[in-house]
């Protein structure tokens, strides 16, 4: 059997052993496929999908969500889990902490500019501006 052994796909995705293993208990990736010695291996298919739950991760969806993402792709007949209202949803969360990332990243710019080499300079302070 081809594929990778747990700590090479470990190393591939960027995941710790113990992510890789909580993620097919709850169902997130898998079943992964197992040699006669009953040791796992991840195929293409595997670490693809990996890399989906990883981004989708990072992304800000907590477990709850992944799960319902995975049982919805998952649904038959394909698509009547509604997928893209539930991706939508998630997009638009994304955005408004994008939104809020980007406000707080200008208030430390401003900060850096108030306290940084020129003390003299005028600032503008990112909670005036009309976000």
């Known amino acids: 059997m081809t594929g990778l052994d747990p700590g090479a796909a470990a190393a ?3 995941l710790t052993l113990d992510t890789l293993r909580y993620y097919e208990r709850e169902g997130l990736i898998g079943p992964i496929k197992r040699t006669d010695g009953g ?33 919805i792709l998952r649904a ?3 698509g009547a889990g509604n997928l893209v209202p539930f991706l939508r949803e998630r997009r638009a969360e ?3 902490r994008i939104h809020r990332l980007q406000v707080a990243v200008r208030v430390l710019d401003d900060k850096i500019a108030y ?17």
């Open 12 to 14: 591939a995705t960027g």
């Open 39 to 71: 040791r796992r291996r991840y195929d293409d298919h595997d670490l693809a999908w990996i890399g989906i739950i990883t981004c989708l991760r990072e992304a800000g969806l907590g477990i709850g969500d992944l799960r319902q993402f995975t049982t």
């Open 76 to 78: 038959q007949p394909p």
């Open 94 to 96: 994304l955005e408004q």
């Open 115 to 131: 306290y940084g080499v020129d003390e003299n300079l005028p600032t503008t302070h990112a909670w005036d501006a009309n976000d």
